[in-house]
């Protein structure tokens, strides 16, 4: 029985190209039906062509459009836009996960204005005070390490550090499929003395919670050693350091490239050894988990990277897929909900 | 006329060898004095020996050892052993800093307690609230970028961040020798709009400096692409940055590491490209720049990686002698001093 994901026709940097592929190769491979949301007059005649230029157009995929007037660009600023622009594809296409029609909804687009629209169209789980934005990365054991909040909040109080350590590691354990997932704070150190206030008074309250794994401080070198497995931090601080991180990636690439370009014999070595620099990127690409999960809405989320090509996008419908039947959301609301008042 | 350093004997994960080989190093190579603190007993016996291997006894190297008879170790919790060790090698090459008997303090050991004791025995400049620990990052551009503070407080406020400014400006200037410093507020997004409260309630008050030259809010991936020279954060926020930073980098190269392993061709490509994979990882190397300077104590005071080897040493001696000799201190008291009152 395939499961229904609506997806943002016009989300990525090259949208739409890069969503009608990602569409394409994930009914084809995936046990989905893709709804791409946008423009009729840009969607269909785009994908009529990539469903020819694959000799497709006779094979029935399961690729619906929906049609929506507007879009919200990486240029816009996102409250504005998510007001202004009442039939933005973000919109209608969380608008049917709102009323069923769908199970998930995956964007490439805009990170602020799908936050804010996903929290304004579906609203907040019961018991769940602000959503968390999590991101997966990858560590040198090869298991994945996921890190909350990367953005969705700033100036966080302990109580969201807790939620957000409690449904980090739901969703660890249903979706990246990570027995007893390890969770800890991100702090500068350690030991329970090195933090500032908000991990301090966040510590005890962490401890005191059974129903997760709750390891202690970890520091921002464990995001990538594999010794946590959830990471727990203000909104501000996870979005700096994922940042940071995506600036790093962009200077290893550049100055490996100049690197191989600066000595004849590498520049042989180069030819011989591209297979291996292939393997490399693969295997640093966050793309490969599919986005990041907005943690905490009524309605599973995956916002991916603007840059997202057809396999990250196949790979965000994946995730969003798995997001939904893994019930994740239902268990949120179990661990969270605050006791009826009797 | 020769600059006197004085350098922690007993800091680095391979003490005193590095320190040893680093002095000599220093010595051959720049016009320096280095005063090695340390055990007399582990340090003389050592100094002799390596002068001996490379034939230099009869040089007359101005590497000169002064008695200490304790060290705090990586291990040693900061507080404590700072308070308990009162004749560690730190405190008392510090003093000598205090005395004037050496115009700058170099160590590769234990950050805490280097930044703890360094302000227990300088005292702070004038005007100055709190210190900050600077790094120096590679870019894109291949320019350096300062990034401060990075773990000497947590908490700041926004007079903090101004005066992390201020001094990081005069360093950049005066040492990185950076033309007009582009000075970055270190946020999660580029808006004005964009940060937490800090950020908010600092955002002003830099751009009212006339002092240095502020661009406003910059992001995490500008550290590393050459966009702003000198980038301003909280303790908490910059130590996280900075050990994503080496998290990743030793992601990185495990990941290289498997790729260039995983294929045949891939192994002859590595043999030829070896090269280019050690320039690389030399581009990639923080202890080119030395080291981070603690800015703010009343001594120029240099704090190395623990994984410092005998080059990263003379990198740290030969940045704490260019701190020293760019009067950086004096420049920051006089910009930072308060008014006196008439």
Chains 1, 2 share one sequence.
């Not at 995956?106 to 169209?121: D, E, L, P, R, W």
């Not at 690409?285 to 996008?313: F, M």
Request: proline fraction near 5%.
């Amino acid at each position: 029985m395939p499961i229904d994901i609506v997806v943002d026709g016009m989300g990525s940097d090259k949208a739409p190209e890069s969503e009608i592929r990602g569409a394409i190769l994930a009914c084809r491979h995936l046990d989905v039906r893709v709804h791409l949301v946008g423009p009729e007059d840009i969607l269909r005649p785009a994908l009529r062509q990539h469903l020819a230029s694959h000799n497709l157009q006779n094979k029935h995929l399961p690729v619906f459009i929906v049609p929506a007037s507007e879009w919200i660009s990486m240029d816009d600023k996102a409250a504005q836009a998510v007001r202004a622009k009442r039939d933005s594809s973000m919109r209608v296409g969380l608008k049917m996960v709102r009323e069923g029609r769908a199970a998930a909804f995956f964007t490439a687009g805009n990170t602020g204005a799908a936050m804010a629209t996903a929290k304004m169209v579906l609203g907040m789980l019961a018991g769940v005070h602000r959503p968390a934005l999590a991101t997966v990365l990858p560590t040198t054991t090869g298991s994945p390490s996921l890190l909350l909040d990367v953005g969705a909040n700033v100036d966080s109080d302990p109580d969201n550090l807790v939620q957000f350590a409690v449904m980090g590691s739901i969703y660890a354990q249903n979706v990246l499929k990570v027995r007893h997932p390890r969770v800890g704070l991100l702090s500068i150190g350690e030991e329970d003395s090195k933090g500032n206030t908000l991990t301090h008074d966040t510590l005890p309250l962490l401890r005191a919670l059974p129903s997760i794994n709750f390891i202690g401080n970890v520091e921002g070198r464990d995001l990538y050693n594999g010794h946590t497995d959830v990471s727990v931090c203000d909104g501000f601080v996870g979005n700096v350091a994922l940042k940071t991180s995506e600036g790093l990636v962009k200077l290893f690439s550049v100055l490996l490239r100049d690197s191989l370009k600066s000595t004849i014999t590498a520049q042989v070595g180069a030819l011989f050894s591209r297979t291996a620099f292939n393997d490399f990127k693969k295997r640093l690409d966050y793309s490969e988990y599919g986005g990041a999960p907005l943690l905490g809405v009524r309605g599973p989320c995956i916002i991916g990277h603007g840059s997202s090509n057809e396999k990250a996008i196949m790979n965000g419908i994946r995730v969003a897929a798995e997001f939904a039947q893994a019930e994740v959301n239902a268990s949120i609301e179990a661990a969270l909900k605050p006791p009826a008042t009797t």
